[in-house]
């Protein structure tokens, strides 16, 4: 009961912190920068810029996930290469008004491409690049693509943006520790995207979850999403960590509860609507428009609602 109660105390106090207004009609909450949101310190010496909770757009120049920093004492290690090169300049723009600290090292969350497409601006700051095996594959594949997407979408914004690969790769996890802080970078298993990581730390109990956990807006399901291994490493991986803080991937910072709701609880709810689909020997068609209005009031919804359902259906059918 006590760590419920000190989860719920913390919460609170990030609220305080961090405006917590999530709408995706909102194009932008800080004109005078191509960020989305101005970054906001979550506990000491951690940092975020908070994306929309929308598609990327133009209006937020493709700013639609969180881009998180750590002012470590002996250099600053910044979560999310963004998703383009004058977004990526953007986010250092506002790291220098924090701290004198260089970067010295970026860590893509997973290989796409608002965790990515920025690669290129920093590696003209000479900065190291860390991602997992299977997002730098990933990347390999698809940052063309992604690339000219995003051009499509950002227009003069996308301005200097190529698909840029990490320069270094792991296994299963990556031991830091700079300055004040120990980091553990880790891939805990299948999640929502191929080499998806998650950045913790442990003496704060915080957790930079990148696309494990959303918050405030539907995850969304891609034909690579893994449901079933996501739900697993969650239960076996992700929750055991015991994080106070959790900043997710999409959304603003919150707890570890709030994730819990709005990611496990979203997927086990959707597959269990499927599974009722499969059990009655209806097809595809009916699977697209089982009940999910539980989660109506979640921004993305009316964009991704639909499309999940399909491909979940889909994969369970070989299950």
Do not use: C
Request: charge should be negative; proline fraction near 6%.
């Amino acid at each position: 009961m006590r760590n419920h109660a000190l989860s719920a105390i913390l919460a609170a106090t990030i609220s305080l912190a961090i405006p917590a207004h999530a709408d995706q009609s909102i194009p932008d909450q800080y004109p005078g920068s191509l960020l989305y949101a101005k970054p906001v310190e979550v506990i000491p010496h951690v940092w975020s810029a908070i994306g929309a909770t929308a598609p990327p757009t133009y209006d937020n120049a493709g700013h639609n996930n969180n881009l998180s920093f750590i002012v470590t004492g002996e250099g600053v290690i910044v979560v999310n290469g963004s998703a383009s090169y004058l977004l990526a300049r953007a986010l250092h723009d506002e790291i220098k008004r924090i701290t004198d600290e260089p970067v010295v090292l970026v860590i893509n969350e997973n290989g796409q491409g608002h965790a990515a497409l920025g690669n290129g601006y920093w590696a003209e700051q000479n900065v190291p690049i860390l991602a997992h095996e299977d997002a730098a594959d990933a990347f390999d594949e698809d940052g063309l693509n992604s690339r000219d997407r995003h051009k499509t979408i950002l227009k003069e914004r996308a301005e200097g943006t190529e698909a840029v690969a990490p320069t270094e790769t792991f296994a299963d996890a990556k031991d830091i520790s700079l300055g004040r802080f120990k980091i553990e970078v880790l891939h805990l298993g299948p999640a929502h995207s191929p080499g998806d990581i998650s950045v913790w730390l442990p003496d704060e109990k915080l957790v930079i979850a990148g696309d494990m956990a959303f918050h405030e807006r539907l995850p969304p399901i891609f034909d690579d999403t893994d449901t079933a291994g996501w739900l697993e490493t969650w239960v076996d991986e992700f929750e055991p960590l015991g994080a106070l803080y959790v900043i997710p991937g999409h959304g603003h910072p919150t707890n570890m509860a709030q994730v819990r709701r709005y990611t496990h609880d979203y997927l086990v709810y959707l597959r269990g609507k499927i599974q009722e689909v499969i059990d009655a020997g209806d097809g595809l068609a009916e699977a697209y428009y089982v009940d999910q209005s539980p989660y109506a009031h979640l921004d993305t919804f009316g964009e991704l609602a639909t499309r999940n359902a399909g491909r979940v259906f889909e994969a369970m059918e070989f299950e």
